[in-house]
């Protein structure tokens, strides 16, 4: 029942986003991509107010502060860890420990420089991924069908794809060829769905 409920089925999920990322220079232009977006992003939470106001936060380890920065990568690193045994808990490390390097950098860059640095980062990044849809994948990305899987599972999704290609990494064994089935009848139903359209 574990691996089948719905928030938590990862084939399900690997198979919509491959659906969308099948082209090899678009899955590439993603794993570059999708961490460095998560990482600034957190770059600019770290100047949102911080839980439990008066404590005294200097205290804590490199001053780090419990706001909304660390309640984001504490829900990723959780939901993670409970997808897959052995690459979650590798991604839920990467959570906290983009977490913590984050706001090492925004406390080091100050709000007006970290800002400038944080869009030029996102532009740039989400240009790329528009790009590697556009002209390589030819086909829009998940966003308006599914906004979960775009901005909650995608970082996750990534490091699953950068395993997979280097290690050979599966979650189970015949998790690739269960995933490359369902994201086969994934495509073919995204491409009679615009073939509908056309008509």
């Keep these: 029942m574990g691996r089948k409920m719905e928030l938590f089925d990862l084939e399900k999920h690997f198979a919509f986003y491959g659906a969308y990322h ?25 100047f949102t107010p911080a839980f439990f106001f008066g404590f005294p936060f200097d205290q804590f380890p490199l001053g780090l502060v419990p706001n909304y920065g660390f309640l984001v990568s504490l829900i990723y690193a959780s939901l993670y860890a409970f997808m ?8 839920a490390i990467l959570c906290l420990a983009c977490w913590v390097s984050a706001s090492l950098v ?3 860059l ?11 980062a996102q532009l740039f990044c989400w240009t790329g991924q528009i790009i590697g849809h556009g ?11 599914n906004l979960t899987q ?4 995608e970082p996750f999704y990534v490091l699953l794809e950068a395993l997979q290609l280097v290690f050979g990494y599966e979650p189970y064994p ?9 994201r086969d009848a994934e495509i073919k139903k995204l491409q009679e769905k615009k073939e509908k359209k056309i008509e």
């Excluded at 100050?110 to 030029?120: E, R, T």
């Excluded at 015949?174 to 995933?179: L, Q, R």
């Design 22 to 46: 099948s082209n090899p220079v678009n899955s590439l232009i993603h794993i570059l991509f999708v961490w460095p977006i998560f990482f600034t992003t957190l770059i600019l939470l770290y």
């Design 106 to 108: 925004a406390k080091h």
């Design 174 to 182: 015949g998790f690739d060829a269960t995933v490359k089935a369902k």
């Design 150 to 153: 775009t901005f909650l599972m």
């Design 135 to 145: 002209v390589f994948e030819k086909r829009v990305a998940a966003l308006p069908e």
């Design 84 to 91: 897959d045994k052995k690459a979650g808990p590798l991604a």
């Design 110 to 120: 100050g709000f007006p420089l970290a800002l400038k640095v944080v869009v030029a």
